[in-house]
C-alpha cells in the first residue's frame, strides 16, 4: 500500500487566498482524521471523519475552514480566505475501526503551508 | 480536558547508550497510547501502540510501558545510534478516536 497520500506538498499563497488539501487514506480504513502542526501548539486535531461522516469538528479553528470526505477514498480541507496565522503543516491521517476498536493511525508526509 | 505531556523537551546523548523518555496524561479513561517518530519536514511514523489493557509493548530495540492509573508512559530505547535521533512524540486515543499528542522530546545521539 502507498500509504496516507496527500497533495500539494508544499503550498506558498498570499492571503485572502482559497487553499484546498487533498487527502486520500489508506484502502480499507474507515477513519480519517485532520491535523495541523505548528512550532508554538503542537500538533492538533482539527476535524476527523468515521465512514465517510464528520464526527467532532470542534478543533476546527473558525469559519474559514471546513473539510469534506465526499467518499471512502478522498478528503480535502479548505481554508478560505486564507490568513498568515494559518501557516502549519496539516496532516491527514487515517486507522481502521471496528467493533469498538481502533487500530494504528498512519499519518501523511504533511502539506507544509505558508501564507504570505 | 486531556493533557498530554512529554519531559524533557530535548535529549542528547552519546551513541549507544540506553534512554527513557517519559510521557504523562490527566485523564486517565483513555483507550490506547501511540508513540510516534518524527524526523525533521517528514510525516508520523507509528512505533508501538498499547492497548489501554496492556502494560507493554516491545518493537527491536523499542520498548513503551503503560501505566494508566498513574497516567504515565515511558519509552525505552536500548543501545541507542544516531539513526534514532528524531523527534519522539507520545498521544493518547479518547473513546472518540482523536488522538492527542504531547509535544515531543527531541532526541540526538551523538557518534
Known amino acids: 500500500d502507498a500509504g496516507v497520500i496527500q497533495s500539494p506538498r508544499h503550498e506558498v499563497t498570499e492571503m485572502g487566498q482559497e487553499v484546498t488539501l487533498r487527502c486520500k487514506p489508506i484502502?480499507?480504513?474507515?477513519?480519517l482524521f485532520w491535523y495541523r502542526q505548528t512550532m508554538m501548539r503542537g500538533l492538533e486535531l482539527l476535524i476527523y471523519f468515521n465512514n465517510n461522516v464528520p464526527i467532532d469538528d470542534s478543533g476546527m479553528p473558525e469559519d474559514r475552514f471546513s473539510a469534506k470526505m465526499p467518499n471512502a477514498s478522498f478528503s480535502t480541507l479548505k481554508i478560505q480566505p486564507s490568513e498568515p496565522r494559518d501557516s502549519a503543516v496539516y496532516f491527514c491521517?487515517?486507522?481502521?475501526w471496528g467493533g469498538g476498536a481502533w487500530e494504528t493511525q498512519y499519518f501523511g508526509p504533511g502539506t507544509r503551508l505558508l501564507v504570505l | 480536558k486531556q493533557e498530554v505531556t512529554q519531559i524533557p523537551a530535548a535529549l542528547s546523548v552519546p551513541e549507544g547508550e540506553n534512554l527513557v523518555l517519559n510521557c504523562s496524561f490527566t485523564?486517565?479513561?483513555?483507550?490506547?497510547l501511540q508513540w510516534f517518530r518524527q524526523d525533521p519536514g517528514k510525516g508520523l511514523t507509528s512505533l508501538l501502540l498499547?492497548?489501554?489493557?496492556?502494560r507493554e509493548q516491545t518493537s527491536g530495540r523499542l520498548n513503551a510501558s503503560l501505566d494508566k492509573s498513574s497516567g504515565r508512559s515511558t519509552l525505552y530505547i536500548a543501545a541507542s545510534q544516531p539513526g534514532d535521533s528524531a523527534t519522539y512524540l507520545c498521544?493518547?486515543?479518547?473513546?472518540?478516536?482523536?488522538?492527542?499528542f504531547g509535544k515531543g522530546t527531541k532526541l540526538s545521539v551523538k557518534p
Open positions: 491521517a487515517s486507522c481502521l
Open positions: 498499547i492497548q489501554s489493557s496492556q
Open positions: 485523564d486517565s479513561a483513555i483507550y490506547n
Open positions: 498521544a493518547v486515543r479518547g473513546s472518540q478516536g482523536n488522538l492527542i
Open positions: 484502502s480499507g480504513h474507515n477513519s
